[in-house]
């Protein structure tokens, strides 16, 4: 479903490429875990995947990074809002309007979704991250882990074949932190959505994976196997 071939990113004024010469696959219907220490490029690997690189971030590209078939490259992030949801560390970050409900609606909006679909699908999402009680509520007024819930909802709303997802754990306390693995681990079993994960604390995650790609420091080549053969390394 991923696919990075032969991947290189370099940040201008930086000693070092950011990654240099990645070749992985992401199979379909699976939740990836992007394990490393900070720095090592999980980050610019993900941003490779929903376009933030080199679109927003700046850096350069090069090699080759599609998603269902479809460039990043040559593609605004925007146009790949029905291929790739993204969600970062920080919900906050994401939120645009006031309530749960608005905001589940608002992404499809911009991409002309019409209404009646519109509607169905954000009762849909609400039912399928157990937010279907907290629809009018402020977003301001939700704990973290189901602000959290919400940003994975305003993506999935388009229907994105791959989500990708940045430390999306880091701020929550863990009973948080699991109820967001168990929601996404649902979405990948229920409904075969590709699911790439970066998290740095390796023992919080490794439980829901079904696949593991390490990168072990930076230059290094990535690491990948099934959660057993990644915990034995
Ligand atoms: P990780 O997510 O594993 O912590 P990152 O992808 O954030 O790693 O960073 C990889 C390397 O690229 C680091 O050395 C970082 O300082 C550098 N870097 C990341 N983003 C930028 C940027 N926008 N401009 C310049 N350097 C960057
Ligand atoms: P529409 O595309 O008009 O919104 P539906 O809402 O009926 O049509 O969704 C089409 C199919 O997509 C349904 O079988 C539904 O189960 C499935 N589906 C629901 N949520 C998602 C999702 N987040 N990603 C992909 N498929 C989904």
Redo the contacts with the bound molecule.
């Keep these: 479903m991923i696919r990075f071939e032969n991947v290189s990113v370099s ?4 000693e ?1 490429a ?1 990654l240099s010469g990645i070749d992985l696959t992401v199979p379909e219907g699976e939740l990836c875990l992007l394990v ?10 993900l ?1 490779t995947v929903s376009g933030l690189v080199p679109h927003f ?3 350069t590209l090069r090699g080759r990074v599609t998603v269902a078939g479809r460039d990043t490259r040559t593609h605004r992030p925007r146009e790949l809002a029905d291929v790739v949801g993204t969600v970062g560390q920080d919900p906050l970050a994401h939120f645009v309007t006031d309530t749960v409900e608005d905001e589940l609606a608002y992404g499809m909006e911009s991409l002309g979704v019409p209404p009646a679909t519109m509607r169905r699908r954000v009762e849909e999402t609400l039912d399928l991250l157990g937010l279907a009680g907290l629809r009018d509520r402020p977003i301001a007024t939700l704990s973290g882990g189901q602000r959290q819930r919400v940003a994975i909802g305003s993506v999935l709303t388009a229907h994105p074949k791959v989500l990708v997802l ?1 430390e999306p754990t880091s701020a929550l306390d863990p009973a948080a932190a699991e109820e967001v693995l168990a929601v996404l681990q649902r979405l990948v079993h229920d409904l075969g959505t590709t699911v790439l994960l ?1 998290e ?1 604390r390796l023992e919080r995650v490794v439980q829901y994976a079904d696949q593991v790609i390490l ?1 072990p420091g ?1 230059g290094a080549a990535p690491v990948v196997g099934d959660p057993t053969e990644i915990m034995a390394v």
Aim: hydrophobic share 25%; glycine share 28%.
């Design positions: 940040y201008d004024g930086a070092h950011a490393g220490p900070s720095g090592v490029g999980k980050s610019t690997l941003g971030t700046g850096g940045d970066a740095h990168l930076p």
